[in-house]
DNA sequence: GACAATCATAGTTTATTCCTATGGAACTGG
DNA sequence: CCAGTTCCATAGGAATAAACTATGATTGTC
């Protein structure tokens, strides 16, 4: 059964004419027959009653006629759908490491909806590795995670560039100090994310590149708990400066490093061979313009 | 778009896989790839995410996935119910003379619907010329009417001579004789049918091979109204012998004519190019049978 | 780093569909 | 009742489309 069949079966029983059929399929007459007679074959009844003049349908015609009506129907229902790109391509799935996730999206997404109304964005916030995976199997549209990124198949594109910022409780003697050099934290306890963030191996790497042996006393699983840890005096720790909010203000002290700026680079991740869907284009370039605006920020 | 396509964006969709696709599609991996790329041309949207090991479907595959597997079910369902013969024709419609319908059909439908339980006949109770039309135009079946028919068209098979009975009220002097000639109708007066009825003209046929001159009084549409008018005596008329009824008995006499037998030949009258259903097969096959027995009622 | 697997492209062959021409049957109008 | 017209089916050839084989480029695997 072929949809043209269907389409000329359509045309000979509304207008009860093989040749004004063929007209309006816009092909011989013939070969509307020949079509017709195939597709009488292939279902094992005749469709039409070949009356002289006009050609009525058979009970069996006429319950294929419904059919035919229906399967055109879908088929030029689906097409639409396609055809109309404003319903698609509105959804798309968004991954995040743990130490970005609660801190940035939410602000991205509020600008986000505020922009494009109709693009819906789901969250993946999950570790580095699992989310490359994640995007290597197509279940990711983007991601956005912390570099380094070797995986030749993922196309990077570093976004911005964030500091991390030592952190300290209010009440700890480090808190009243404006510069803090690397003697200063020699008898510190530090706590530290757990070894499968991105951000613990990102501040050992920092450490090492300074020759710095770290204390470490706890190691936490997300950011506020590190920084609960912190307030109540535990220890201290290096986070990313956009890890501060409001209700640190009389918890916590965000203290820079006088020898050496520690920093880590976010990138926007893609799959080289994934196509770029309407959705996915507009949140890349919210994502480049909230980039821009950071770097006017950090100018000033 | 062609629903073999559909059947290859399935394979692949469900195998994640072009090559194990086109294997259970029975075709070379080349000819699949090339009609997904023709469809996702047609759509104008990339319908899978190339990525190294696995095809993943993008949001318009995922969209047009639910779409594709509904328009081969209904294709699918569709061949089913037309594959299916139990339910298809089913239905025949039937076309009946007004002198022959009251009396022939209830009988005839009653064996019918024992016979072929799942038969389901329509009645359409006409003149002669109307039947012919509508067995012509295709909406009929077949029908059942008395001689003459002389188009070409029309296929004619006789199934029985029906005699035709002299009738009168049952307090008419002429109820009493057991034999009827012509001279003694000469001075009766009868109730024929409307014109437009062939039993009125098959009347007036045997009337004037026989030479005789009738006085009309009546003229009705219907033989019931024929009948209650000759119960009154309001005259005597001509009617088929099988439109004698339980409820005549009181007040009908049936007479039989010494001279002549009139008749009339009730046939099957069929479209010569209509294809004929496995229903009308079996209401013709009824139709004989009916036939012969009514033959084997007139040997005895 | 070699090998296997995957999808796309190129060129060719096979199938199918469409076309024109024509025949036969039937309807129409004089 | 007959000529002209209409209509559908058949036949054979041309055009289109879909299939195949061979091959290349890329990617994943051992």
């Known amino acids: ?78 097409t ?21 996730a609660p801190y940035q999206l939410p602000r991205l997404l509020t600008l986000c909806r505020k922009r494009f109304p109709n693009l819906q964005v789901n969250i993946r916030e999950d570790f580095k590795p699992t989310l490359l995976t994640e995007l290597l199997e197509g279940e990711l549209d983007l991601a956005l995670a912390a570099l380094p990124v070797s995986d030749p198949r993922i196309q990077v594109e570093i976004l911005w560039r964030e500091p991390l910022t030592l952190v300290v409780a209010k009440d700890h003697p480090l808190a009243l100090k404006s510069r803090v050099s690397w003697a200063d934290l020699a008898n510190e306890t530090f706590i530290l994310l757990s070894s499968s963030s991105s951000l613990a191996a990102q501040v050992r790497r920092f450490f090492g590149d300074n020759h710095f042996e770290p204390r470490i006393g706890s190691r936490c699983a997300q950011v ?48 080289m061979q994934r196509y770029q869907s309407r959705g996915a284009e507009q949140f890349i370039s919210l994502l480049r313009e909230v980039a821009a605006q950071k770097a006017a920020e950090a100018q000033v």
């Open 224 to 271: 506020s708990t590190v920084k609960a840890l912190v307030a109540i005096g535990a220890g201290i720790s290096i986070v990313p400066r956009d890890a501060r909010s409001e209700e640190d203000q009389g918890l916590l002290a965000y203290i820079s490093l006088s020898d050496a700026k520690p920093t880590r680079d976010i990138a926007l991740l893609r799959h």
């Open 1 to 78: 059964m072929e949809l043209d069949q269907l389409r000329y079966f359509l045309a000979v029983s509304e207008t009860g004419n093989f040749t004004r059929a063929a007209e309006r399929s816009h092909i011989a007459q013939p070969s509307l027959s020949q079509q017709i007679i195939k597709l009488e074959k292939e279902l094992g009844h005749k469709l039409f009653h070949r009356l002289g003049r006009k050609a009525v349908v058979t009970e069996a015609g006429s319950v294929f006629l419904e059919r035919a009506r229906r399967i055109l129907f879908e088929v030029e229902d689906a």
């Open 80 to 100: 639409k759908e396609l055809g109309d790109n404003s319903s698609l391509e509105r959804r798309i799935t968004v991954g995040a490491i743990p130490t970005l």
